[in-house]
C-alpha cells in the first residue's frame, strides 16, 4: 500500500482542543501530524462560543471537566507570554438578582472551594456594583478572579504554530474517511489526501467525534449538538456596559446567558441552548434572538441593541456520557479527546496532557532537549503608540497602508497574516488572525481588498478565493474586483 504520510500520531481535527494536542505532542521525540477537513484551522465550534477562559466553579468535583478545566486555567496565565495570547484576565461574575438564586452563589462558592479554584469569594450589592455599575438588577455575585476573556482562534492558530516550529505538520483540507485496522489495532487512517500510516490516532473531531469513533470500531458515546446563539455589539456600545463576564445563575443545560466584553473590546449576549439533530445548522432564529435578549436584560436591562453589528451561533458537542470523553478507547491505537463541550477552550491545553500521557502509555516517547515554547511577539497596529507605528512604516511600507478602516488592519499585517507559518488561506482566515472584517462594517469594505491580497499572495485568481469553507468563493470571474492600483 502507498502511504501519503507515515507519521507516529495523528491528531484528527484542528479546533482549539486538537491544536493544543499537537502542540503537546511536539515536546517529544516522535512524528506527529493534525488533519483538518476544512481549508483553515479553527472554524468549527472554536469560532463560536463565549471565549470565557473559566476559572472551574461550575463542574462536578473530580469529572474530568473540572480537573482540566482548573489546570487548563493555571496553563493558560503561563500559556499567554510564551505563545502572545490575547487574554483579558478580567476575572467573572456570577449574579442573584432573586433570593433562591443567593443559595445556588452559596453552591457554587463551596463547590468552587472543593474543585480548587483560588480567591472565591460572594460580594455584596454595593460591591458588585463598584466592579460593574450597570448591574441594577444584582442582590450579590460570586466573583472569580482567575477567569478571563481570550481569543480562541488566536490561541489555536498559535497552538498549531508553535507545535509546526517543532517539528509537527498541520495538514488542512484533509478529511479523514476510514480507518484499517491490523490485529485489532487502528494502523492507517483514510483521509481525502491519501492513506496515513501510524502508530496512534487522537479523536479530536468536535461535533463530529461520535462519527469518527465509529469509524474506528469505538461505540462507547453519542454527541448531540446544542445550539449557542449570540449578538455582538459594536465597540462604541461597550464602554457603558460591562468591562468583564457576567454570567446569571447557570441552569441545569448551560452556564446561562452572560454578558461580556471581549479582547477587543466588543460586548456580546448570549448564548440560549437548543438540542438539535443537525450538526451544519448554525443559523441564528428570530426565537433565539428574543430569548438571549430576554435573558440578558435580567442582567443589564438597558441593551443597546441599535449597535448590534452581527449574530452568530455556535454548536457545542454533548456527550451522553455527561463529561469530557479522554484517553484510550477500546480500540488499541485509538484515543478520544471528545464530549469537549464548555469548557473546553478553558480546558484544553489540560485536556493536551492528559491525551499526551494516554498515548505514552501505548509509544515510547521521550522529552526534547531543544523544544521551543515561545513564538515571537507582535503588536497588532492599532495597539501601537505614534512612535511604534512610524517605526513599523519604515521597515514595511505596506504598514501605512490600512485595509480594514473599522479596525485599522494594515496590508503588513494581512501579508504577514497568509505568509506566516500555518498562515491565511481564505477571508474569514485573515480576519481571524488579524481582525480586519471584525469591525463594524463586518467587511464590507475590506472584503474586496482582502480578497485580492489573498489572490495575489496565493497567486491563484480573485474567483478562487474562499470566504470560509469549500467552494464558498466570494466572485465570479465576470464580477471580480479589479486590481488594486
Ligand atoms: C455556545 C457555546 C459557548 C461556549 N462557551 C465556552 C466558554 O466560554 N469557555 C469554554 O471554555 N468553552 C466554551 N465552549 C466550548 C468550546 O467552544 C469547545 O469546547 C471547543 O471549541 C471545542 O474545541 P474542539 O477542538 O474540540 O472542537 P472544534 O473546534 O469543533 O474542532 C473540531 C475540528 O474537527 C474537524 N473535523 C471534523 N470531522 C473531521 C474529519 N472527518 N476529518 C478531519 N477533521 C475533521 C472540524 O472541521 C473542526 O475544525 C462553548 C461552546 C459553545 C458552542
Request: hydrophobic fraction near 40%; proline fraction near 4%.
Amino acid at each position: 500500500m502507498k502511504f501519503f504520510k507515515e507519521t507516529d500520531v495523528v491528531v484528527i481535527g484542528g479546533g482549539i482542543v486538537g491544536t493544543a494536542i499537537l502542540r503537546e505532542l511536539s515536546k517529544y521525540e516522535i512524528s506527529c501530524l493534525l488533519v483538518e477537513k476544512e481549508p483553515d484551522l479553527s472554524i468549527g465550534t472554536t469560532k463560536a462560543n463565549s471565549a470565557v477562559c473559566h476559572a472551574g466553579f461550575d463542574a462536578p468535583t473530580g469529572s474530568w471537566k473540572q480537573k482540566t478545566n482548573v489546570r487548563g486555567n493555571e496553563l493558560y496565565h503561563q500559556l499567554q507570554d510564551d505563545l502572545d495570547l490575547d487574554i483579558r484576565w478580567t476575572g467573572s461574575l456570577v449574579v442573584a438578582t432573586t433570593d433562591e438564586e443567593l443559595q445556588q452563589l452559596q453552591i457554587l462558592l463551596e463547590r468552587g472551594k472543593a474543585n480548587g479554584v483560588k480567591g472565591l469569594v460572594i460580594l455584596t450589592r454595593e460591591e458588585v456594583l463598584a466592579k460593574e455599575p450597570n448591574l441594577t438588577t444584582a442582590k450579590a455575585a460570586l466573583w472569580a478572579p482567575t477567569a478571563g476573556v481570550l481569543w480562541p482562534f488566536g490561541c489555536a492558530i498559535a497552538f498549531a504554530q508553535c507545535a509546526v516550529q517543532n517539528g509537527a505538520q498541520v495538514i488542512r483540507d484533509c478529511a479523514v474517511t476510514g480507518f484499517v485496522k491490523e490485529d485489532g489495532a487502528v494502523t492507517v487512517v483514510n483521509t481525502t489526501k491519501g492513506a496515513i500510516r501510524t502508530k496512534a490516532v487522537i479523536n479530536a473531531a468536535g461535533i463530529y467525534a461520535e462519527e469518527i469513533a465509529r469509524l474506528a470500531g469505538d461505540d462507547s458515546f453519542t454527541i448531540t449538538p446544542r445550539k449557542g446563539e449570540y449578538i455582538l455589539f459594536d465597540k462604541t456600545a461597550a464602554p457603558s456596559l460591562v468591562w468583564g463576564i457576567v454570567f446569571p445563575c447557570p441552569t441545569e443545560k448551560s452556564k446561562g446567558i452572560l454578558v461580556c466584553t471581549t479582547t477587543h473590546g466588543n460586548t456580546f449576549i448570549g448564548p440560549n441552548a437548543q438540542d438539535q439533530d443537525s450538526k451544519e445548522d448554525t443559523a441564528v432564529t428570530p426565537a433565539g434572538m428574543d430569548e438571549i435578549i430576554a435573558g440578558a436584560r435580567r442582567l443589564i436591562p438597558n441593551l443597546p441593541l441599535g449597535a448590534s453589528i452581527t449574530e452568530f451561533a455556535g454548536l457545542r458537542a454533548v456527550s451522553d456520557t455527561g463529561d469530557f470523553v479522554l484517553g484510550a478507547s477500546k480500540v488499541p491505537g485509538f484515543f478520544n479527546a471528545a464530549g469537549t463541550q464548555s469548557p473546553g477552550l478553558s480546558a484544553a491545553p489540560a485536556i493536551a496532557e492528559v491525551l499526551a500521557e494516554a498515548v505514552g502509555k501505548e509509544i515510547y516517547m521521550r522529552k526534547k532537549t531543544n523544544w521551543n515554547g515561545k513564538l515571537p511577539k507582535k503588536k497588532a497596529f492599532n495597539r501601537m503608540g505614534s512612535s511604534e507605528k512610524q517605526k513599523a512604516i519604515a521597515e514595511n511600507s505596506l504598514y501605512g497602508r490600512v485595509i480594514c478602516r473599522c479596525e485599522t488592519v494594515t496590508e503588513g499585517e494581512i501579508v504577514d497574516a497568509i505568509r506566516q507559518p500555518v498562515g491565511a488561506c481564505t477571508l474569514d482566515g485573515v480576519k481571524r488572525r488579524t481582525r480586519a472584517g471584525m469591525g463594524r462594517c463586518q467587511g464590507g469594505f475590506c472584503g474586496p481588498r482582502v480578497t485580492q491580497i489573498l489572490a495575489r499572495e496565493l497567486q491563484i485568481p480573485v474567483s478562487q478565493v474562499l470566504k470560509e469553507r469549500k467552494n464558498s468563493c466570494l466572485y465570479y470571474e465576470k464580477f471580480a474586483p479589479e486590481e488594486d492600483k
